[in-house]
DNA sequence: CATGAGGCCTGCCCTTGGGGGAGAGTCAAG
DNA sequence: CTTGACTCTCCCCCAAGGGCAGGCCTCATG
């Protein structure tokens, strides 16, 4: 009943390795260890150890966390503290790697759905909006400053976001420096937190752009839906939206020739 | 537009050491560096990519990986394969918490309920037992080999076990060598399998003795309880139980004086 | 302009849980 | 006795930094 490391090996499915390592640290001390060789030699109590130290480590315990459990506890019911503590370490893991997972899984459909839509060539296009709730943060000042905004409001409402970022513009024209605008997102429900406001917002018939490309050529896209308009005699309602269907991404900034950027503005009949 | 590294740390919430660390792997390298001093200076660029970098270790990416992406990746929609991979990845670990998660909660729970029950003093009771459904493995042979008849059906039924292991003796007399006895676990559920069969045990009044201590001092407990029986003129039914209410643990094998061990004999009347 | 405080540099060792390999010694069977 | 398979110790390596020592560098103040 003397086993050599590399039998012992065998029945623990511990790496010789690994075994060398736990004897050195005083985790699984070998039965006998020859003087003048230093070969080590296990026998059937050492089996016993090494059955509960593959258990404790499947656990994810550190291997001094091992060592203090096998050292400390006669029997499983002294390892009750230190059992719980970790449940409690993996329980934390298990939400931690949720909401990882969630964030990754959202991102992957995010990316999916735009890249349908990419493809496409767009035309300006007439369509129903209908009624959404929204959270909002009503600013003042220079369009650029948007993206502040929307990362306050998209960080208040977390996971109540319901829909692609967007600007409400409450002016009739384009203002430099003085310009009155939210920031908005969709969302589930909610209730008003300092500086943003759920409320509604009125759906309706509205003339629609897709633009592709960066922030900076939108007006080119601006003076085609204008055009539809005027052609057809519709009437300006405010405020105008756009939807940032693709912008830069959660993660990397990403190429401005993809932004997908809709324009929509109600019309009056 | 230039931070030192002191506060570009501030920026990034990335550790100096980090930063270091990241400039020497390439992942993020200073804008500018003086020839002379060595002094790292960052700029916007860089935030940005810190910010990249930032996200994807919380999403748990290596460095080494966190930089493939960065360097290949023009746009999130190149990272869909890499991010699906990771999803995948991070579900398992989910699962394999999971599973710790159940295995400690499960030792736990078992330790508890036996932690009430250990200090009591034990006599012989009468009780009514449940018809209960069991999953057995019929042997013949030494009483000692039951520990293994009782791992193959603990490790067939998985899942579906659904209270203590158990033996059933089906001789009316001690046996040394030629033995008929079967190790049961109770199920909530399942499946013949090889050597193992699913099947109702009858219920009905018993005489039940818990005895404390090792398994080599059952005999006394099973005196106690053939004198109860002899006294009152019941007639003894097979088979007889034992129910390893607590035994070797899971992790340790624990002491032998604090084992639980349950005879119950089933009487006609 | 000098000086001192605080910031930054490199380099080294430490962590966890081993893997890989070199070079030397050991064991057991033919 | 030899040979091949085992085993020993020692050293370096991984990730992702932390901590510290000793020495420069920068910048504001006197």
């Given at each position: 009943m003397r086993f050599s490391i590399g039998e012992f090996s065998l029945i623990t499915q511990l790496s010789i390795k690994s075994l060398r390592l736990y004897h050195e640290k005083g985790i699984l001390v070998p039965?006998?260890?020859?003087?003048?060789?230093?070969y080590r030699y296990y026998n059937e109590a050492n089996c016993e150890r090494a059955r509960s130290i593959k258990i404790l480590k499947e656990f994810d315990f550190s291997l001094s966390a091992i060592k203090d459990l096998l050292d400390k506890c006669r029997d499983e019911s002294d390892m009750l503290v230190q059992l719980e503590e970790k449940l409690e370490r993996v329980k934390h893991k298990i939400d931690r790697y949720r909401e990882i997972s969630h964030s990754i899984a959202s991102i992957i459909e995010l990316e999916k759905e735009c890249a349908m839509e990419e493809s496409r060539e767009f035309e300006v296009e007439e369509k129903e909006l209908e009624t959404i709730l929204i959270a909002g943060h009503r600013m003042r000042g220079r369009y650029q400053d948007v993206g502040q905004g929307l990362g306050l409001v998209c960080k208040k409402m977390g996971r109540h976001i319901n829909g692609k970022p967007m600007t409400l513009y409450y002016d009739g024209e384009y203002k430099e420096e003085d310009a009155d605008f939210e920031a908005c997102v969709p969302v589930r429900k909610g209730k008003d937190v300092d500086g943003v406001s759920i409320r509604e917002l009125k759906g309706g018939r509205c003339v629609a752009l897709i633009h592709k490309g960066?922030?900076?050529?939108?007006r080119a896209s601006y003076k085609k839906v204008f055009a539809y308009i005027n052609k057809r005699g519709y009437k300006v309602g405010t405020p105008i939206r756009e939807i940032y269907?693709?912008?830069?991404?959660?993660i990397l900034k990403g190429n401005p020739k993809n932004y997908l950027t809709e324009i929509q503005i109600i019309i009056e009949r």
């Open positions: 039965a006998y260890v020859d003087d003048s060789s230093g960066p922030y900076e050529a939108l269907k693709k912008g830069p991404g959660l």
